[in-house]
């Protein structure tokens, strides 16, 4: 069948170990030699050559929305709606720590015990990295998440819909207190 099968010079486009049947990409994908070429572009010229020129003279500043073009037609999305940038574990990451400089007097983050576990464990790592920094959990240090809320909290966690009951939350009771 292998030798009749239409698809066959298609695995000549990766570098696969000689009789290894790889069916792990949805994981790490196998290796083609063009992505191995950019790879060694990007390492070779545009870091160690071009240093932080790259940025610009590589395109490194377009690069979430030149992908995120060619991801949006895969999905069907409009020209302009899709990004692609770091995972949304990474970027939670970065607003709790962006939300906690931006207000260094204040040293709480508010989050939910029943939220997604991976958002959690951003938070408790913002909060393992900034001394005096603390993490209150609706269900754990208090039942509503509202009252949690305070003049020494810098950021709320919050989801509108619970993952595992879907539930939603009232958001403009949030806001409002946030905001207050």
Do not use: C
Request: proline residues 4%.
């Amino acid at each position: 069948r292998d030798d009749n099968d239409p698809l066959k010079h298609f695995r000549e486009r990766f570098v696969l170990p000689a009789g290894t049947i790889y069916l792990d990409g949805n994981s790490l994908g196998v290796a083609s030699p063009a992505a191995l070429a950019e790879l060694e572009n990007a390492a070779k010229v545009e870091w160690a050559e071009e240093l932080i020129r790259s940025w610009n003279t590589a395109g490194w500043f377009d690069l979430p929305v030149v992908l995120g073009e060619k991801v949006g037609r895969l999905v069907g999305a409009a020209a302009g709606q899709v990004v692609v940038a770091d995972t949304t574990s990474i970027n939670i990451y970065k607003a709790l720590h962006a939300a906690l400089s931006l207000r260094p007097d204040r040293k709480a983050i508010v989050a939910e015990s029943s939220s997604f576990p991976t958002d959690l464990y951003m938070a408790e790592g913002v909060v393992s990295t900034i001394p005096g920094a603390s993490l209150r959990l609706e269900g754990v240090d208090g039942p509503i998440l509202e009252d949690l809320i305070d003049e020494s909290v810098a950021v709320v966690l919050v989801n509108h819909v619970n993952y595992k009951t879907g539930e939603l939350r009232d958001m403009a009771a949030v806001t409002r207190r946030a905001h207050e």
